[in-house]
């Protein structure tokens, strides 16, 4: 059975500083792996999505991911934190067999000024 | 192109009752999924229709269910209420099957049952 696991539910960072979500999956065959993030009130919009092509997938607002078989692992990192940043992020898997997505329980980003 | 819409935006419900909620894809999208959104289970898949057919569907009780129209149109439908039920209900739509098609989210349903 898939799953995701997201370790920390919060994550402060000061702003301009390097922000590093992890994400650590288990699937039984090569999954999909997505990142998403939600702002209040908001649905959740996708950041990137890995699937079997390059190992280091950049998506919107200055994220990249990095698939990292040996450890299971897609931790989203970007550069240079940015107040606007602020917000759920929640990884997610799936795989070829269907559409179903298993999400992490999300890890909520606080900037610090 | 529109988003994904969902309606009504906010609902409020009490024990027992039923509750439909609609979502309006993408136009061209064919698949659509329903999650479910609370702060202590988080994002817990419902089930997935393609072409009006449900192709997977959650562990969730037989009161919550679904369907699709030929215009991709979907509706969820929870009966017999419970105050457990409360939560956004997310719903979004992709382009095709497969688990690596990208799935665009609308702004949910939030759901109040007292």
């Known amino acids: 059975a898939q799953s995701v696991t997201q370790l920390g539910s919060h994550v402060s960072v000061s702003e301009g500083a390097l922000v590093l979500l992890r994400c650590n999956y288990s699937?039984?065959?090569?999954?999909?792996l997505f990142w998403y993030v939600q702002y209040p009130n908001q649905g959740l919009q996708l950041l990137l999505k890995?699937?079997?092509?390059?190992?280091l997938v950049k998506g919107i607002n200055g994220f990249e991911a990095e698939f990292k078989k040996s450890e299971t692992s897609f931790h989203l990192t970007k550069p240079s934190a940015h107040m606007s940043d602020a917000a759920e992020y929640f990884c997610?898997?799936?795989?070829?067999?269907?559409?179903?997505?298993?999400f992490g329980k999300g890890t909520r980003l606080h900037i610090l000024p | 192109k529109a988003g994904v819409t969902q309606t009504p935006r906010y609902l409020i419900k009490t024990r027992g009752q039923q509750v439909t909620l609609s979502c309006s894809p993408i136009?061209?999208?064919?698949?659509v999924s329903w999650y479910q959104q609370t702060p202590g289970q988080g994002l817990q898949f419902l089930f997935e229709?393609?072409?009006?057919?449900?192709?997977n569907k959650g562990n969730f009780p037989g009161r919550f269910s679904g369907r699709q129209f030929s215009n991709s149109r979907s509706e969820m439908n929870v009966s017999t209420l419970e105050l457990g039920d409360s939560a956004l209900y997310l719903c979004?739509?992709?382009?095709?099957?497969?688990?690596?098609?990208?799935?665009?989210f609308g702004p949910g349903t939030r759901l109040l049952v007292l």
């Open positions: 979004a739509s992709s382009l095709g099957q497969g688990g690596q098609e990208t799935q665009y």
């Open positions: 699937s039984s065959v090569p999954p999909y």
């Open positions: 890995y699937t079997s092509a390059a190992t």
């Open positions: 997610a898997v799936s795989d070829k067999r269907d559409d179903k997505i298993i």
């Open positions: 136009s061209g999208h064919r698949s």
């Open positions: 229709y393609f072409s009006e057919t449900q192709r």
